[in-house]
Structures are given as structure tokens and as C-alpha cells.
């Protein structure tokens, strides 16, 4: 492989350099087994080759279905070193969906972790001309390749070459996927670098699914450039957590409200020793007062965050000294992020504090939405990224985050596309109009409420069973409520902002079990 030519803006210098001056520094911990920065390196060299050998390379893409593992971070870096797109899938997908997203991604090859073997080939056996796949680790893909059906030739790697596909929910039905080069995650990691430098003695858990941006660019890309040490969690489980943060003396973390709640409300929370911990990144909502109180009374304050995946994905961050100074608030632009607020309706910049649309630019945003112009031209008016979010700014530059105007809501973390999950639900015979909005929820932060018209009696279980089968179980609504007609603003369109009062006003009375409401409740007020 041509090495000198690489770009000087190219994440697989990272890897090469760091084993180079540190080589027996661990840089991975997955589950207790460790890795140092050499062996790291040589095992993504040696399938770099065995891939190139296989005719895979620059301008490639390379589809996974994995747990966050050692073995996942060595076909990531294998895939840096070639100028391969990288493009992890979500394993809480259900086959229907990851089939779907595999035929649109058209890789060269899907590769998939033991773990969700039975996933991935049922979502293989979908496709009419399903790619060549493999098996990440040592035995599998390390060993063997399949080879490419397109071979390309060997060549340097470019800074604009994509580096990661993320696939994201939008105000769209179908999800996209958001492309990141190789420059894109360098400034992303630059910038977090100066809002929160990394020092080599760090230890930072990673906890959140490598199928989100964040568990490769708010953290982890930035250790392995820095020297440090991540330790790799590949579930949620709060006990664990608090276990870990002591054990291996965490040093920094990055995770959403939900899951700092979980773990405040863990039985191990009173007697669990976190005295290690230097930074707590939070980030996916704004955190709530109460659980950053909780936190606060063991000396931990928290740093919020904003980000965006099309924004790679920081672009505001508020530092942990005056979190408690602006409550609610999600900060001040990252180094190299631009922002500005515009009028939603005339789409003139407003200045000094208003509320508007937020728009971002800067070099760590994304390339293009894949094999989408349409979408990609959308999303963006001149170099100007359009977040769909308004936001509120104040007098000293502080912004926070009002509301989304894309109708999309955040559940514990994952984005859910409302247009998705009515999508799903419309497929049934007797429903013959659905609209989904997302509400308040204490744990999860918003949860979805489906309001139903059928043609005929359903009943809630049958409609859950039949859209089980088309979404993944984040995506699954709270409630599912039985109405005569939705509320419309105007002919065409649904009045959401009268679903929201209904929805709000549903989840408060208690519980998130499905349910359908009395006859007095069934048309939204």
C-alpha cells in the first residue's frame, strides 16, 4: 500500500503514529481482554492487506453488524488505512430494515460479529443480489477475505474520501445516511480536542453503540489519536457501569440524560466510587435540572453538549464550570464551528438574542447524505447546514435548544422518525390513518404516542404484533391510542401541536403500558 501519499488530514495517521511512539500502551479494553496500540495497529494493517489482496479499496464501502468490540475497531481502522467507507449498522434493527439499508449502502462487503450472525443473514436472504459477507476477528475476516466483485486498484488515501456512513432518522420516512470524510472527523476531533483536551493517562468508557456517530467521534477517535485508553461497553446495564467507572478508574465519559439517570437510580449509586472522573460529557438532550443535581451532590458536573450526526456531530457544548450558571442551556460553538440563527419563515440571520432556526457550518460537516443530491440539497442552503432545530440565543452567546421543527423525537438516545413509525402502522389493512408524535417521558426523555384511525375493531395487541415485524423496539410507541378522526389544521396536513397537548397530556396520567382510551378520550382535544 502507498502510504506517503495519504492526506494529511486522514484518521489512519492516527493509528500509525501512535503505535509508533507508544506501542504497549492499551488502547482497547473490551471486556477485560486488552489490546495495546500495536497490536491494534497491526491487526487493521494485516486486513488492510488481506482486503487489498481481495480487490477492496478507496471508494469502497463496507457494511457491519456488530456489537462495539476490538474486533469492530480493527475493521474501522482497516477501512481508514484504504479510504473504505466504514458503515456500521444498527443491530436493534429488525431484518426487514437492515436489508433495506444494506441494498441502499451497496457495499462490497457486510461483515458481522458472531453475536448477530442470525440477524444479518436473515437480512441477507432478503436481497435478490445480496453482497459477499464475512465474520469480523481473528478467525474470520482477519484470516479470510471474500473477494471483491468489482476490484478496484490500489491508491493513496484522500482527506475527502468518506470515512463513515452513519444511517439517522430524519423528518423523512426513510432514513439517511450521513456521509463523514476523513477531514470531517479530524476537525470534529480537533475542535473536542480544544474544548476538552485528552491527556494519554486518560480511561474513557465508551457506552454508547458504534453504530451511533458518537461512539467514534465524541471520545474515542480523540483517544486514540491522544494515546489514551478506551474501554469498550457494548450494553447498558447500570450496575455494570458504576462498577467499571471504579474498577478501571474512568477518567472521562460521554452518554445521554437517560443513561445518567438509570445510573443514579441504580441500587450501587449511594456506595459507587467515582472519584476518577475528570470530564462527564452528556449530550443527545438538554439534561434534566434534577439529574444533574443528583450528580452535582457527588462533585460531578456535567459538560452538555449539541450535536447533530450531519454536523459530525459537535457544534456546541457548554463547559462543566457554568453548567450550573445557565440551566437548560446547551452552550457556546465548538472551535471551528459557525453558527448563526435565521428567521424561520424569511430565513434572514437574526442577531444579537433571538430565537430562530439554527444553521451550522464549519469543515466537520457532512459531505452529502449517500446517494442522495435531493436530500443533501435540502439539508443545506449555500454552505449553511439547516439543523431543523430552533433555538434560543442570549445575551452572553449562550444557545438553547427550544424545539425540534422536524418533527423527529429522541428516545433514550435514538432518533425516531414519526413519518417511519406511521409508515409501519399504515401498512396494516384496517388502519386507515395514523399520526405519531413524541412526548415528555422522565426516563427516556420523550416517548413515542400514536394516535390510530381504523376502518374496523383492532385491538392494540394485534397492531403491536404486526408492527414489530417492521420496527426495531426503540422505535415502538408508549401508547397507541384509538381515535375517530385526527385533528388537521388544513385539509392536508395534521395538526401535530394538538396531538402533542393529547400525547402530553395521556403520558401524565400514568405508566407507559400500551392502551387504548375510554370512548369520552377518543378524539384529541
Known amino acids: ?105 451497496r ?28 465474520y469480523l476477528g481473528v478467525a474470520g475476516v482477519e484470516a479470510h477475505v471474500p473477494p471483491s466483485r468489482s476490484p478496484v486498484p490500489v491508491r493513496a488515501v484522500r ?125 443527545g438532550a438538554t439534561m434534566p435540572i434534577d439529574t444533574a443535581q443528583s450528580w452535582a451532590a457527588r462533585d460531578i458536573a456535567f459538560t452538555q453538549g449539541y450535536g447533530l450526526t450531519e454536523a459530525g456531530p459537535n457544534v456546541l457544548t457548554l463547559p462543566a464550570a457554568e453548567f450550573a450558571e445557565h440551566p437548560g442551556a446547551v452552550g457556546r460553538p465548538y472551535p471551528s464551528v459557525e453558527v448563526r440563527l435565521v428567521d424561520v419563515e424569511t430565513e434572514l440571520e437574526l442577531d444579537g438574542p433571538a430565537t430562530g432556526e439554527l444553521w451550522v457550518r464549519g469543515p466537520s460537516t457532512f459531505a452529502e447524505y449517500l446517494d442522495d443530491p435531493d436530500a443533501t440539497a435540502r439539508a443545506r442552503s449555500e454552505s449553511w447546514l439547516r439543523t431543523g432545530d430552533l433555538a434560543q440565543r442570549d445575551a452572553a452567546g449562550v444557545y438553547r435548544i427550544v424545539d425540534r421543527l422536524k418533527e423527529i423525537y429522541v428516545s433514550g438516545g435514538e432518533n425516531v422518525a414519526p413519518a417511519e413509525v406511521e409508515r409501519a402502522f399504515g401498512a396494516h389493512p384496517l388502519v386507515t390513518a395514523v399520526a405519531v408524535v413524541g412526548a415528555a417521558d422522565p426516563v427516556w426523555g420523550e416517548r413515542g404516542v400514536a394516535f390510530v384511525v381504523t376502518s374496523d375493531a383492532v385491538s392494540t395487541d394485534e397492531l403491536l404484533a404486526f408492527v414489530r415485524e417492521r420496527l426495531a423496539a426503540f422505535k415502538l410507541p408508549a ?47
Open 479 to 525: 401508547r397507541i391510542v384509538f381515535v375517530e378522526e385526527l385533528p388537521r389544521s388544513t385539509i392536508e396536513k395534521v395538526a401535530r401541536s394538538a396531538l402533542r397537548t393529547a400525547a402530553a397530556r395521556i403520558m401524565d396520567s400514568g405508566g407507559t403500558a400500551h392502551e387504548t382510551v375510554t370512548a369520552s378520550e377518543r378524539r384529541p382535544r
Open 159 to 283: 482527506d475527502d474520501d468518506p470515512l463513515l456512513v452513519i444511517f439517522t432518522s430524519g423528518s423523512e420516512a426513510a432514513p439517511k445516511g450521513v456521509v463523514l470524510t476523513h477531514q470531517n472527523c479530524f476537525w470534529t476531533n480537533m475542535a473536542l480536542a480544544q474544548a476538552m483536551p485528552m491527556l494519554p493517562t486518560d480511561v474513557v468508557l465508551s457506552m454508547l453503540p458504534q453504530y451511533h456517530v458518537a461512539a467514534w467521534n465524541v471520545q474515542p477517535l480523540l483517544a486514540w489519536w491522544s494515546g489514551a485508553t478506551v474501554v469498550l461497553e457494548r450494553s447498558f446495564q447500570p450496575g455494570r457501569v458504576l462498577q467499571l467507572i471504579s474498577r478501571r478508574r474512568i477518567t472521562t465519559m460521554m452518554g445521554v440524560p437517560t443513561q445518567y439517570r438509570m445510573l443514579q437510580e441504580s441500587a450501587g449509586w449511594a456506595d459507587a466510587d467515582l472519584s476518577s472522573l475528570r470530564h462527564v460529557l452528556v449530550g
Open 1 to 105: 500500500m502507498n502510504r506517503e501519499m495519504d492526506g494529511p488530514h486522514t484518521i489512519g495517521r492516527w493509528l500509525r503514529d501512535r503505535a509508533a511512539s507508544n506501542p504497549s500502551k492499551i488502547a482497547i479494553d473490551d471486556r477485560g481482554v486488552a489490546t495495546d496500540y500495536a497490536t491494534l495497529a497491526s491487526r487493521a494493517e494485516s486486513l488492510a492487506s488481506r482486503l487489498t489482496d481481495a480487490g477492496h479499496g478507496a471508494g469502497g464501502r463496507i457494511v457491519t453488524v456488530s456489537g462495539s468490540s476490538a474486533d469492530h475497531v480493527v475493521a474501522f481502522f482497516a477501512c481508514a488505512f484504504l479510504g473504505i467507507a466504514f458503515v456500521p449498522l444498527s443491530w436493534r434493527l429488525t431484518p426487514t430494515e437492515i436489508a433495506e439499508l444494506i441494498r441502499r449502502s
Open 107 to 134: 457495499p462490497g462487503l457486510v461483515l458481522v460479529e458472531d453475536e448477530h450472525v442470525a440477524l444479518a443473514e436473515t437480512a441477507l436472504r432478503m436481497l435478490d443480489d445480496a453482497p459477499a459477507h464475512g
